[in-house]
C-alpha cells in the first residue's frame, strides 16, 4: 500500500505564510509527477500547483508569484509554501502522487487526506 500524509495547514492571517508537506511512504517503487490541489466550501477541486519527478513546475494563475512547489525525491516528500495568503484561499488542500509500487508496471495515481487551511482574520 501507498500513503500520503499531508501536515502544516491551519489559521492564518490574511497576508501570512504556511508551509504545507505530503510525505509518501509504503511500497514505494519511484514517484512521477507530484501536486498540490484545493477544495472550498461549494466548489470544485481544482490544481493549485504541479511538479514532475524533473522539476519542472506550473501553477494556477492565482497563486502564480505567491505559492512555490518543490519536492525531496530522497524523502518521497512534496512542499508547498504559500506566501501573501488571501481568504479566497480558505480551502482544504490535497497532495496527489503518481506513484508506481514495488513490483508494478504502471503509475496510479494516490490522494492525502486533506489539510485544512483557513485564511482570515
Known amino acids: 500500500q501507498v500513503q500520503l500524509v499531508e501536515s502544516g495547514g491551519g489559521l492564518v492571517q490574511p497576508g501570512g505564510s504556511l508551509r504545507l508537506s505530503c510525505a509518501a511512504s509504503?511500497?514505494?517503487?519511484?514517484?512521477?509527477?507530484m501536486g498540490w490541489y484545493r477544495q472550498a466550501p461549494g466548489k470544485q477541486r481544482e490544481l493549485v500547483a504541479h511538479i514532475t519527478s524533473g522539476g519542472n513546475t506550473n501553477y494556477a494563475d492565482s497563486v502564480k508569484g505567491r505559492f512555490t512547489i518543490s519536492r525531496d525525491n530522497a524523502k518521497n516528500t512534496v512542499y508547498l509554501q504559500m506566501n501573501s495568503l488571501k481568504p479566497e484561499d480558505t480551502a482544504v488542500y490535497y497532495c496527489n502522487a503518481e506513484v508506481r509500487r514495488n513490483g508494478g508496471y504502471y503509475y496510479d495515481d494516490y490522494w492525502g487526506q486533506g489539510t485544512q487551511v483557513t485564511v482570515s482574520s
Open positions: 509504503g511500497s514505494i517503487f519511484s514517484i512521477n509527477a
